[in-house]
Every structure is written in C-alpha cells, then in structure tokens.
Nanobody, 128 residues
C-alpha cells in the first residue's frame, strides 16, 4: 500500500516561492505518474501538475504554467512542486497523488478519479 506524505506548505506573501515535497513509502513503478492537485475552500479539487515517473515528462494546468515546476527524485521516491510568483488565488491545500494507469491510458489524467493513492495534503496560504 503506497502512502504519500506531503510537506513544505506554509504562509508566503504574493510573489514569493515555496517548494512542496511528497515522499512515497513505497517505490514508484516506472509505469506510473505522480501529480499535484489542490483544493481551495469551497471549491472542487483541481489538477495542478503531473510527471511521468520514467522519462520525467511533465504537464501543467494553464493556471500555473510558467510559474510552477514539477520534478522527481527516483532514488528518494519523492516528487516536488516548485512554486514561484505565487498569487493569493494559489491558496489551497495541496495534495500529491499516484496514477497507476498512465501506461494503459497513454495520457495524463486531469481528474482525481484517475489517481489511486493520495496524501493528506499540505496547506499553502498566499497573502496579498
């Protein structure tokens, strides 16, 4: 059973940066993808970014493209989300998740239903 633990959230001023980490207790299969989602108060959980575990190709939501980067450390079973030029609208709980069907599907899932394993989340608050 894969368990994911996020860290790195906090309070930052608009224009600032944060780096989130998500560590898996189990090795991540080369056929999987890992992703970050976020959920703001009163809103649905939304896709932020994803990375293919093998090869490292990435995909971003339009709202964060050019400001956020996603990377992974295979040896540490950890995925990162580097966030720059943060805006108040980036305030949310950020979750990481594992997609075990990327290889079968052939494309990233932008819906949370495509992900089987989730962390408990880390709060990011951006003040104006």
């Amino acid at each position: 059973q894969v368990q994911l633990v996020e860290s790195g959230g906090g309070l930052v001023q608009a224009g600032g940066s944060l780096r989130l980490s998500c560590a898996s207790t189990e090795g991540i299969s080369k056929y999987y993808a890992m992703a970050w989602f976020r959920q703001a108060p009163g809103k649905e959980r939304e896709f932020v970014a994803a990375i293919r575990w093998t090869g490292g190709s990435t995909y971003f939501a339009d709202s964060v493209k050019g400001r956020f980067t996603i990377s992974r450390d295979i040896g540490k079973n950890t995925v990162y989300l580097q966030m720059k030029s943060l805006k108040p609208e980036d305030t949310a709980v950020y979750y990481c998740a594992v997609d075990p069907r990327l290889y079968v599907r052939g494309s990233y899932s932008l819906s949370e239903v495509g992900y089987d394993y989730w962390g408990l989340g880390t709060q990011v608050t951006v003040s104006s």
